[in-house]
């Protein structure tokens, strides 16, 4: 399992999927049938939503496993009957989900609103305006759009600069500082941001 992110290897993952975009818009996602579900590899559950706000901000068309927008976990093993964890059964009607997941659902919808919003986003190139162990802001781009994402996975708050914005799109507690370029994110926030015009 994994506490935080590698935000270095992610830099260098969105690089090689602005390669992909030259050519086709690649499928993305953060769990299949196939693997052990996001929920389960990240041991601060704070982090998920950063995975989320990537999955659904960079070019491509994303896909949700089932159950990943009620944050299931799982884990897949090497062995007869091995999937079993990451396939379960849904309920028999959506009032019998568990309201655990009620948090991850409202910003899977809220994630895809931002997305049908901004289609571009289908196309979109990313590139990284500021990057260490602890931050990541960065700027996905197409048809002369674009927005601003900004992750802290720090366990205290970050001010972060950022290009000039118009708003907050949407975000984990993050706010604008008035007449400045810095947003301020609490431990583990994230925000979507819209540039101004």
Same mark, same amino acid.
């Given at each position: 399992m994994s506490q935080r992110i590698?935000?270095?290897e992610l830099a260098s993952a969105l690089e090689r999927h602005n390669?992909?975009?030259?050519?086709?818009?690649?499928? +993305?996602?953060?769990?299949? *049938?196939?693997?052990t579900r996001i929920a389960s590899k990240l041991e601060n559950p704070e982090l998920l $939503?950063? #995975?989320?706000?990537?999955?659904f901000t960079v070019g491509g068309t994303p896909s949700v496993y089932y159950g990943d927008e009620q944050a299931y976990r799982g884990i897949k093993e090497d062995? #007869?009957?091995?999937?079993?964890?990451?396939? $379960? +059964?849904?309920?028999? *009607? $959506?009032?019998?989900?568990? $309201?655990?997941?009620?948090?991850?659902?409202?910003? *899977?919808?809220?994630?895809?609103?931002?997305r049908r919003r901004h #289609?571009?986003?289908?196309? #979109?190139r990313t590139k990284v305006?500021?990057?260490?162990?602890?931050?990541?802001?960065?700027?996905?781009?197409a048809e002369n759009q674009n927005l601003v994402i900004a992750l802290n996975q720090a366990a205290q708050p970050a001010e972060l600069n950022v290009p000039p914005t118009a708003s907050?799109?949407?975000?984990?507690?993050? *706010?604008l500082n008035a007449n400045t370029n810095n947003l301020t994110l609490p431990a583990r926030g994230w925000a979507?941001?819209?540039p101004s015009t």
């Open positions: 590698n935000f270095y390669t992909f975009l030259d050519g086709f818009a690649p499928l +993305t996602f953060v769990g299949n *049938h196939d693997v $939503p950063h #995975a989320l706000v990537v999955l062995r #007869a009957g091995g999937d079993d964890e990451i396939r $379960p +059964t849904f309920p028999p *009607h $959506p009032s019998e989900l568990s $309201p655990l997941g009620k948090d991850i659902y409202r910003l *899977h919808q809220e994630l895809i609103g931002v #289609a571009w986003l289908h196309t #979109a305006l500021s990057l260490s162990n602890e931050h990541l802001v960065f700027e996905s781009t907050v799109l949407l975000s984990g507690n993050g *706010h979507i941001l819209s």
